[in-house]
């Protein structure tokens, strides 16, 4: 099993659709968890960083962590076309930002 | 804002060429990062820096090496370029002394073709 699952895609949804984005993962010792969003032929740029369990909201985007379940989600609320990239979850769970696990990647398409 | 730039966004060359790649950052982060990546394959750690001179061997170091001679640049070095190593080659840095975040930031990317 690898250390953190996300499902590869791609993802297509029209204009305006509500997008949830997720990763698994086994390692209960994560506790850092961000996501990035990587757009063609460009470096991932971070979208959200949250620490522990909880949620955490930035405009349209919402950033959801389940330790429990080893669960984390990203929801984007009213999907543009400009939301088209792929989405890569990581986790850490050192205090010094030294190792980092990132999951494949989910691509996205909003379609106008 | 957290800056990491890297030198080059396109690079094309030889067969057994030597390569430098190279990245600043900063953000005075102690810790800095190269990877590579392809598609299917996710991103790969090559190799890690969390101080000046000191290193660390990631996933698939072989065929690289590098350096950190200065705390904001860390280089990649392809010692013998080959065509394997075409790939997207991403730079990252992470972790600012007395502020509570860890997150790694990533530069631009550099597309490496090697023919």
């Known amino acids: 099993q690898k250390e953190v699952e996300q499902d590869p895609g791609p993802l297509s949804v029209p204009e305006g659709a509500i997008v949830s984005l997720n990763c698994t993962y086994s390692n209960s010792a994560f506790q850092y968890f961000m996501w990035y969003r990587q757009y063609s032929r460009k470096g991932p740029e971070l979208l959200m960083y949250t620490y522990s369990s909880g949620n955490k909201e930035d405009g349209r985007f919402t950033a959801q962590v389940d330790k429990s379940s080893k669960y984390i989600s990203l929801f984007i609320r009213d999907s543009q076309p400009s939301d088209s990239a792929t989405y890569l979850c990581?986790?850490?769970?050192?205090?010094?930002?030294?190792?980092?696990?990132f999951g494949p990647g989910t691509r996205l398409s909003v379609l106008p | 804002d957290v800056k990491v730039t890297q030198s080059s966004r396109y690079l094309v060359k030889r067969t057994g060429e030597k390569v430098f790649l190279e990245c600043v950052q900063d953000?005075?982060?102690?810790?800095m990062f190269w990877y590579r990546q392809d598609p299917g394959l996710g991103l790969r750690l090559i190799y890690f820096?969390?101080?000046?001179?000191?290193?660390e061997k990631g996933d698939i170091p072989e065929g690289y090496s590098v350096s950190r001679e200065k705390k904001e640049r860390f280089s990649l070095i392809l010692e013998s370029a080959s065509t394997n190593q075409t790939s997207m080659y991403l730079c990252a840095s992470s972790f600012q002394r007395g502020v509570p975040n860890t997150e790694a930031f990533f530069g631009q990317g550099t597309r490496l073709t090697v023919v």
């Open positions: 820096s969390y101080d000046v001179k000191m290193k």
């Open positions: 990581a986790m850490s769970a050192d205090n010094y930002g030294q190792n980092f696990v």
């Open positions: 953000m005075d982060h102690e810790n």
